[in-house]
């Protein structure tokens, strides 16, 4: 993931900063103090005492019961310390605290902010003990993940040309290349390797994407190059340098159908710089009457029942919810990588979200949870869904209802490109 979760805490130490960001905690059972205790003197260890503007959000499977009692627990702890409630025009401090989790342990991290400096992190873990008596809400759906394919090069992207039950043919994008492979006999062989052809080096975080095409097989978007393969066999690519918008969703023809027989989600692009990671945030045609919004790393469309809600994961570390009107933004405590699925569950749509804050800082992994949003608050519908390292792409597919997403692997160091699909609870 591109955006930082845990930065530099000032002056402090590195021992304290390890402290601060994993320090684990327990807890007896149906009794918070502990955790919540550790929490509160990691944060005033940053702050100090003065007046804080504190929010807390349960992001967990948390009921909502022990969430108000950890909520309220805090506060006092936090006022006991020193560190008094105040409004958000009147603090010295804010504190954002989020309620997470991961398969083993639940994880409170709280993000502050004092005035202009550089915003820091605290976090504690809590071992997850089913003995000890709270009570964790049941998520109704869940994130399966099957595996395409691995290989030491970056993988950037890869589609799935042809499948029944599962697929059967694939090609697999890399800074110079695109592979396409046929499952047969048992495994995936090789049918042909396609050569990108570009003038310029590749920017350090090299990002691409590759989509099926109406009347050709293939089309490769990378930055400052857009390339076609060509109708006829042998295929090749023809590659040229462009400025061209790349398209933000991929769909098999021009809309697809809001469910609910909602308006249709039309083609936007977004123009992609050349030398960064990111889109510039000038669209094409645009949202409503807004054709600019923040530069951003990624995008995705909610289908509303009047018209069509983007969220933009903005380089600013926002959430930029555009309704064609208005661009509100929310710091949700997400990753740089969100897409959007239409599917049998819940409402119809949902939100994947990467996050690695779950794992903490530096512990090499990242993670993805469902989100469905009713009007602006994201509520979590899934459990959180651990990679085996860092999440370097995350692309919807075509058909809408799975999503691509590329891992390094940080044990073995391959990238690993999996499908990801949404399953209903029973």
């Known amino acids: 993931m591109r955006l930082a979760i845990c930065t530099s ?226 295929r090749a690519l023809n ?18 159908p809001a469910v609910g027989g909602g308006p249709p989600v039309q083609p936007l692009g977004a123009f992609y710089s050349a030398s960064r990671n990111f889109f510039t945030g000038v669209l094409t045609p645009g949202v409503g009457r807004l054709t600019t919004v923040g530069k951003f790393y990624s995008a995705a469309p909610l289908l509303r029942e009047k018209y069509v809600l983007w969220l933009f994961a903005g380089t600013d570390g926002q959430i930029h919810l555009v309704d064609g009107v208005t661009d509100q933004k929310a710091k949700l405590g997400w990753g740089s990588d969100i897409a959007s699925l239409k599917t049998a569950c819940g409402s119809g749509a949902q939100l994947m979200a990467t996050s690695s804050a779950q794992n903490g800082p530096g512990s090499g992994t990242d993670s993805v949870r469902l989100y469905e949003i009713a009007d602006r608050d994201p509520v979590p519908v899934s459990a959180v869904l651990d990679f085996p390292g860092e999440i370097t792409a995350l692309w919807r597919e075509a058909k809408g209802d799975t999503a691509i997403a590329v891992v390094r692997n940080h044990e073995t160091g391959e990238y690993e490109a999996f499908r990801l699909a949404v399953a209903c609870s029973q």
């Open 239 to 256: 590659c040229r340098e462009s400025d061209d918008p790349w398209p933000l969703v991929a769909t098999p023809a021009v809309s697809f």
């Open 9 to 234: 805490l000032g002056g402090l130490k590195p021992i304290l900063l390890l402290l601060l960001c994993c320090g684990p905690a327990g807890a007896a059972a149906g009794n918070w103090n502990e955790p919540t205790q550790q929490l509160a003197r990691n944060i005033v260890a940053i702050t100090g005492p003065g007046a804080v503007a504190v929010r807390v959000e349960n992001r967990s499977s948390i009921a909502k019961k022990d969430f108000d009692t950890i909520s309220g627990a805090l506060r006092a702890d936090l006022d006991g310390l020193g560190a008094r409630s105040a409004k958000l025009d009147e603090a010295a401090a804010t504190v954002a605290v989020w309620l997470s989790e991961n398969p083993q342990s639940y994880v409170w991290v709280a993000e502050i902010q004092q005035g202009r400096g550089e915003l820091t992190v605290a976090m504690v873990s809590v071992p997850r003990r089913e003995e000890a008596g709270w009570t964790r809400e049941s998520m109704p759906m869940s994130v399966r993940k099957v595996p395409l394919w691995s290989q030491e090069e970056r993988i950037l992207d890869v589609v799935v040309l042809e499948e029944d039950s599962a697929p059967k043919q694939i090609a697999v994008l890399d800074g110079e290349k695109a592979t396409i492979y046929r499952f047969k006999n048992g495994k995936w062989q090789q049918e042909q390797s396609l050569s990108i052809t570009h003038l310029r080096p590749w920017p350090r975080d090299l990002r691409g994407r590759i989509m099926a095409a109406k009347d050709h097989l293939l089309d490769v978007y990378l930055p400052g190059v857009f390339c076609g393969s060509t109708m006829g066999l042998p």
